[in-house]
T-cell receptor
Framework: DAKTTQPPSMDCAEGRAANLPCNHS???????VYWYRQIHSQGPQYIIH???NNETNEMASLIITEDRKSSTLILPHATLRDTAVYYC????????????FGTGTRLTVIP | NAGVMQNPRHLVRRRGQEARLRCSPM?????VYWYRQLPEEGLKFMVY????????ESGMPKERFSAEFPKEGPSILRIQQVVRGDSAAYFC???????????????FGPGTRLTVL
């Protein structure tokens, strides 16, 4: 699976959009980009995933660059409950059995 | 609709004892995954099981660790002769049967925090 690079930490004001970047310059054509988050040592929670096109669901939006070498997770209106560690994961699917979690980005939403 | 359940939530063992961690998948899920998270690190894959079968154990330490998912009952992660370095949070995830052309989301449990004294 391709390696990902994320900033170790970010702050965001409550109510503002949180934009979390992820670099995956060695991504292959059949690898997807997934985002999970882990709130204060709870089990990770799936957020969103995509291959080429931008994706949106009730939690977030995922913007993938045209060359697919990077992506951005957008939380449109961050709340205090969005404070968590966010993991960007790249893997082939279907096929891979496991998720590879790096160190992620620790997002702190500030009142 | 209960999520993935893990017990115990906290487990304390002395060096040399055995630790047994249990995971009950979500209803309708027949695939179980175990991950370990050391302090200040991301989760690391350990093993992937289906009912009565180990599919991928590439992340399991070669000694002292074993996992099973019997036909009836929860999945068990067993650590024999625990050492201080086994202290970590152990997370279980479950998913539906894998389809050839879709992503089967892994749903995670709350974890078991093992402390080895």
């Amino acid at each position: 699976d391709a390696k990902t690079t994320q900033p170790p930490s970010m702050d965001c004001a409550e109510g503002r959009a949180a934009n979390l970047p992820c670099n995956h310059s060695t991504i292959s054509g059949n690898e997807y980009v997934y985002w999970y988050r882990q709130i204060h040592s709870q089990g990770p929670q799936y957020i969103i995933h995509g291959l080429k096109n931008n994706e949106t669901n009730e939690m977030a939006s995922l913007i993938i660059t045209e060359d697919r070498k990077s992506s951005t997770l957008i939380l449109p209106h961050a709340t205090l409950r969005d404070t968590a560690v966010y993991y960007c994961i790249v893997r082939v699917d279907p096929g891979a059995n496991n998720l590879f979690f790096g160190t992620g980005t620790r997002l702190t939403v500030i009142p | 609709n209960a999520g993935v359940m893990q017990n115990p939530r906290h487990l304390v063992r002395r060096r040399g004892q055995e630790a047994r961690l249990r995971c009950s998948p979500m209803k309708g899920h027949s695939h179980v995954y175990w991950y370990r998270q050391l302090p200040e690190e991301g989760l690391k894959f350990m093993v992937y099981l289906q009912k009565e079968n180990i599919i991928d154990e590439s992340g399991m330490p070669k000694e002292r660790f074993s996992a099973e998912f019997p036909k009836e009952g929860p999945s068990i992660l067993r650590i024999q002769q625990v050492v201080r370095g086994d202290s970590a949070a152990y997370f279980c995830a479950s998913s539906r049967p894998r389809l050839a052309s879709s992503y089967n989301e892994q749903f995670f449990g709350p974890g078991t925090r093992l402390t080895v004294l």
